[in-house]
T-cell receptor, first 112, second 116 residues
Framework: DTAVSQTPKYLVTQMGNDKSIKCEQN?????MYWYKQDSKKFLKIMFS?????LIINETVPNRFSPKSPDKAHLNLHINSLELGDSAVYFC?????WGYGYTFGSGTRLTVV | QKEVEQDPGPLSVPEGAIVSLNCTYS??????FMWYRQYSRKGPELLMY????GNKEDGRFTAQVDKSSKYISLFIRDSQPSDSATYLC????????????????FGQGTILTVHP
């Protein structure tokens, strides 16, 4: 049973397209996150939701819009994709604030 | 200057060696410190978690935090080829319920290869 699952695992798309990444966790955690990992492996937070409420919204272009229909799901929609959006996007969840996360296996997005 | 600095390596050691991985940080508000291991094409997995200063041991792994120096370390004893991965340090503040709720700040990661 996968704890944090993301779909799709790989996404190759053209510039200007709109795409979505889905995330689901079955751990009963209250908080979910989106992180972006660049080509140098640097992980940076984008958003966090606690019980469907947006808590953290880092300096991310407004082409990125997260949505949390319930506390087990957090989706990421990206409009007008650009080359610089190519990266690995990780979903994660946590129960206790300040404690370690459980990460998904990532979605590798390539914009061509 | 990044809030968390970590030498990206790569670091290559022979099997059985003791490995030392380090991070420095600038934000004195960081209270919780973690080490994650990330295998190629996988998500990071939590290895060690410590609160404030001190040492913590788990099997072959020891995590150390020195808040006065803003320096954290991970030691791997008797390293194995299966330890070959990227090791990421991460930390967060004690700002419970605030605007940084749950936000982890990561180092860049150190690529480790343990060769037989």
């Amino acid at each position: 049973d996968t704890a944090v699952s993301q779909t799709p695992k790989y996404l190759v798309t053209q510039m200007g397209n709109d795409k979505s990444i889905k995330c689901e966790q079955n751990l009963g955690h209250d908080t979910m996150y989106w992180y972006k990992q660049d080509s140098k492996k640097f992980l940076k937070i984008m958003f966090s939701y606690n019980n469907k409420e947006l808590i953290i919204n880092e300096t991310v272009p407004n082409r990125f819009s997260p949505k949390s229909p319930d506390k087990a799901h957090l989706n990421l929609h990206i409009n007008s994709l650009e080359l610089g959006d190519s990266a690995v996007y990780f979903c994660a969840s946590s129960q206790e604030w300040g404690y370690g996360y459980t990460f998904g296996s990532g979605t590798r997005l390539t914009v061509v | 200057q990044k809030e968390v600095e970590q030498d990206p390596g790569p670091l290559s050691v022979p099997e059985g060696a003791i490995v030392s991985l380090n991070c420095t940080y600038s934000n004195s508000a960081f209270q919780y410190f973690m080490w994650y291991r990330q295998y190629s094409r996988k998500g990071p997995e939590l290895l060690m978690y410590t609160y404030s200063s001190g040492n913590k041991e788990d099997g072959r792994f020891t995590a150390q935090v020195d808040k006065s120096s803003k320096y954290i370390s991970l030691f791997i004893r008797d390293s194995q080829p299966s330890d070959s991965a990227t090791y990421l340090c991460a930390m967060t503040t004690s700002n419970a319920g605030g605007t940084s709720y749950g936000k982890l700040t990561f180092g860049q990661g150190t690529i480790l290869t343990v060769h037989p």
